[in-house]
T-cell receptor, first 112, second 113 residues
Framework: AQSVTQLGSHVSVSEGALVLLRCNYSSSVPPYLFWYVQYPNQGLQLLLK??????LVKGINGFEAEFKKSETSFHLTKPSAHMSDAAEYFCAVGFGNEKLTFGTGTRLTIIP | EAGVAQSPRYKIIEKRQSVAFWCNPI?????LYWYQQILGQGPKLLIQFQNNGVVDDSQLPKDRFSAERLKGVDSTLKIQPAKLEDSAVYLCASSPGTVYEQYFGPGTRLTVT
């Protein structure tokens, strides 16, 4: 069975500071990994995805994530936080054409 | 290109009542998903359609939930009768053919009192 664990249900960073949201996965086969963002009262939007190509994946809005097999991690980073980054972020795992399994989410707050 | 449309956006009902949600996927998308997102949790897949056939409904509480996708386009998710624990946001997503390209609608927030 596959699963994801997001460490930290709430993360606060100052505007301009580094954003680091943590995601660890468990999968019996090579996984496909995703980060989604959800703004208030909206659906989920795909930020980036890893599908067994380059381990460093660049997404929209300046976010990127690195797949580390040895650490079973897929942490999301952004060098400089912006007020508009305040949202909830979900890590998800899938493989083949199976369903996605989502983590419980991390709410990111940006401090002015 | 129009996104995934859902209605209503908000619904409040009493327990034991019935409710229905509607989803119109992106034109041409063969795959349609319904997710349940309980407050503080990630989305959980309820049912997946490929055209008008069910691919996965293993987590759909079939004693009270039902879903259909007539003609492989629009879909309706129904709950009858509703329970307090059904309070959640119900998200619809569609995909052109792979699980890696899911596009989500804005969701329907259901409150059961």
């Amino acid at each position: 069975a596959q699963s994801v664990t997001q460490l930290g249900s709430h993360v606060s960073v100052s505007e301009g500071a580094l954003v680091l949201l943590r995601c660890n996965y468990s999968s019996s086969v090579p996984p496909y990994l995703f980060w989604y963002v959800q703004y208030p009262n909206q659906g989920l939007q795909l930020l980036l995805k890893y599908t067994s190509a380059a381990t460093l994946v660049k997404g929209i809005n300046g976010f990127e994530a690195e797949f580390k097999k040895s650490e079973t991690s897929f942490h999301l980073t952004k060098p400089s936080a912006h007020m508009s980054d305040a949202a909830e972020y979900f890590c998800a795992v899938g493989f083949g054409n199976e369903k996605l399994t989502f983590g419980t989410g991390t709410r990111l707050t940006i401090i002015p | 290109e129009a996104g995934v449309a859902q209605s209503p956006r908000y619904k409040i009902i009493e327990k034991r009542q019935s409710v229905a949600f509607w989803c119109n996927p992106i034109s041409g998308h063969a795959t349609l998903y319904w997710y349940q997102q309980i407050l503080g949790q990630g989305p959980k897949l309820l049912i997946q359609f490929q055209n008008n056939g069910v691919v996965d409904d293993s987590q759909l509480p079939k004693d009270r939930f039902s879903a259909e996708r007539l003609k492989g386009v629009d879909s309706t998710l129904k709950i009858q009768p509703a329970k307090l624990e059904d309070s959640a946001v119900y998200l619809c997503a569609s995909s052109p053919g792979t699980v890696y390209e899911q596009y989500f609608g804005p969701g329907t927030r259901l409150t059961v009192t």
